[in-house]
Nanobody
Framework: VQLQAFGGGLVQAGGSLRLSCAAS????????MGWFRQAPGKEREFLAC????????YYADSVKGRFTISRDKARNTVYLQMNSLKPEDTAVYYC???????????????????WGQGTLVTVSS
């Protein structure tokens, strides 16, 4: 599986961005697709995930209500719509793919076997 994330950029606080993650290489029926981010000097943080076959979604408390994860099966693409962005959302954002083994595991980096290259989001105050 190859993942390519794009859509990052510079945005003012309160603005919105939509990240995309295009997947290729195999079918994903049993997969979970996740978004993580890593800010300078911090550990990588789970944001959201979506089960590819059911569309069920899960969010970290830090982004619940502001971020929305979705997927387009026809395009093999996962999206992360980010609204009401804050300067503390500044980070490199990564998409990832792994096999679904329950939500507790899906919030952890080790659940994901495939990672995109990351896309930088900068939120100015």
């Amino acid at each position: 599986v190859q993942l390519q994330a794009f859509g990052g950029g510079l945005v003012q606080a309160g603005g919105s961005l939509r990240l995309s993650c295009a997947a290729s290489g195999r079918t994903f029926s049993s997969y979970v697709m996740g978004w993580f981010r890593q800010a300078p000097g911090k550990e990588r943080e789970f944001l959201a995930c979506i089960r590819w076959n059911t569309g069920s979604t899960y969010y970290a408390d830090s982004v619940k209500g502001r971020f929305t994860i979705s997927r387009d099966k026809a395009r093999n693409t996962v999206y992360l719509q980010m609204n009401s962005l804050k300067p503390e959302d500044t980070a490199v954002y990564y998409c990832a793919a792994g096999t679904w083994r329950g939500i507790t595991i899906a919030t952890q980096e080790y659940a994901y076997d495939h990672w995109g290259q990351g896309t930088l989001v900068t939120v100015s105050s």
